[in-house]
């Protein structure tokens, strides 16, 4: 007996779970195309330049308003790695997705992933393009990753 087997039968035995998934996949997706958009547009152009990563002058005079917007901007990061992981094998943009979540979810090591992640040419080539049609100027980044 093949081990896909039973996986495949409980799918069949289920068909309200594919149609619950393809949904998801089409919302998943549309989401992605305004979503995705919209958040690299709002990206400032020095977020990658190590001299921006000083706390806002905000941040410090109202901690309960930036812990409210750092619990909800680690959410939709979480939706958006999520939604990414599953672009990978349904339609949708999800590495691009993926990436956008790793940007909003803040983690230990982040400032050196997204600078390895943005020194991919695709990627760099792909957040720029989508900048470029929101009509916002490219971004900036260090000139190589130690």
Avoid: C, H
């Avoid at 998934?21 to 958040?39: N, R």
């Avoid at 547009?41 to 930036?66: C, G, M, N, T, V």
């Avoid at 094998?89 to 943005?118: A, F, R, S």
């Amino acid at each position: 007996m093949n081990f896909i087997d039973p996986f495949i039968q409980w799918f069949v035995d289920r068909p309200e779970v594919l149609v619950g998934m393809g949904i998801s996949s089409i919302f998943i997706f549309l989401i992605s195309i305004i979503g995705i958009s919209w958040f690299v547009a709002q990206i400032p152009e020095d977020y990658f330049l190590p001299l921006k990563r000083q706390p806002s002058k905000w941040q410090e005079q109202k901690p309960i308003l930036r812990f409210i917007v750092i619990i909800g901007k680690n959410i939709i990061g979480l939706s958006l790695i999520i939604g990414g992981l599953l672009m990978l094998v349904l339609p949708g943009q999800g590495l691009l997705t993926i990436v956008t979540g790793l940007l909003l979810v803040n983690y230990p090591g982040k400032y050196k992933l997204e600078q390895k992640l943005v020194s991919m040419p695709s990627i760099f080539k792909a957040l720029n393009w989508i900048r470029l049609k929101a009509k916002k100027p490219p971004l900036q980044r260090k000139a190589t990753f130690e």
